[in-house]
Nanobody, 123 residues
Framework: VQLVESGGGLVQAGGSLRLSCAAS????????IGWFRQAPAKEREFVAA????????AYANSLKGRFTISRDNTKNTVYLQMNSLKPEDTAVYYC?????????????????WGQGTQVTVSS
């Protein structure tokens, strides 16, 4: 089982990035996928999640309207489009896979994790 994040980097405030999470080693469309982030000296926090089909999504309240999660099951990939980025969005971003039914906000609910990709937003 492998989840590999990509697309992170350095961007100026107000800019955009699209993160990708490529999955392999399991039946991708059997899993809900979540994005989380962890800033320095802070706990990992929920960002967004998407259902198996991609029809249903959930977001952290503070990120609604700026971030969009989507998935392409033909490519075994989930995306996180991040717009109007702020310095406080600086963090390592992780994707995770959850087999059980329902969109989950809790880190403990997820079965598999990627290694993360760094996003740095400069002011």
């Amino acid at each position: 089982v492998q989840l590999v994040e990509s697309g992170g980097g350095l961007v100026q405030a107000g800019g955009s990035l699209r993160l990708s999470c490529a999955a392999s080693g399991f039946t991708f469309d059997d899993y809900y996928i979540g994005w989380f982030r962890q800033a320095p000296a802070k706990e990992r926090e929920f960002v967004a999640a998407i259902s198996r089909s991609g029809v249903n999504t959930a977001y952290a309240n503070s990120l609604k309207g700026r971030f969009t999660i989507s998935r392409d099951n033909t490519k075994n990939t989930v995306y996180l489009q991040m717009n109007s980025l702020k310095p406080e969005d600086t963090a390592v971003y992780y994707c995770a896979a959850d087999w059980s039914y329902g969109l989950k906000y809790d880190i403990a609910e997820y079965d598999y994790w990627g290694q993360g990709t760094q996003v740095t937003v400069s002011s």
